[in-house]
């Protein structure tokens, strides 16, 4: 018994000092945080499907893709070919969302 007060007395000693004010965390505090602006990206040049989620959503300076597959916009049904064709249509479509939110594969 002796010990368990003895650890208890040392674990109080070494609290930090609670009546500093530290800076609150973004998520808890909202003060702190900055507003972030969210466009909703899409455009007919990638396959529109009707699902509850976006192609794209632009948050701040950030571009937020969703998943794509080898879909032909214009027909949406798969590209016919196999895998490769497919993956080439998947990175027409991402080209398409990516440029729709003014962007290039140049840009870092």
């Known amino acids: 018994m002796k010990y368990v007060l003895v650890v208890l007395l040392l674990v109080c ?5 609670q009546t500093k004010r530290r800076k609150a965390p973004c998520s808890r505090h909202k003060p702190y945080c900055k507003p972030v602006k969210k466009t909703i990206i ?7 499907v009707p699902q509850p989620f976006s192609q794209a959503v632009l948050a ?3 571009l937020y893709l969703s998943g794509q597959i080898g879909v ?3 027909t949406l049904k798969l590209v016919p070919g196999g895998l490769v064709p497919e993956t080439e249509q998947i990175f027409r479509n991402f080209i398409a969302i990516l440029e729709a939110a003014g962007g290039s594969l140049k840009d870092e």
Do not use: L, M
Not at 13 to 17: G, L, R, S, T
């Open 60 to 62: 701040g300076n950030t």
């Open 13 to 17: 000693a070494f609290q930090p000092n």
């Open 72 to 74: 032909d916009p214009v």
């Open 42 to 48: 899409e455009t007919a040049k990638a396959p529109i």
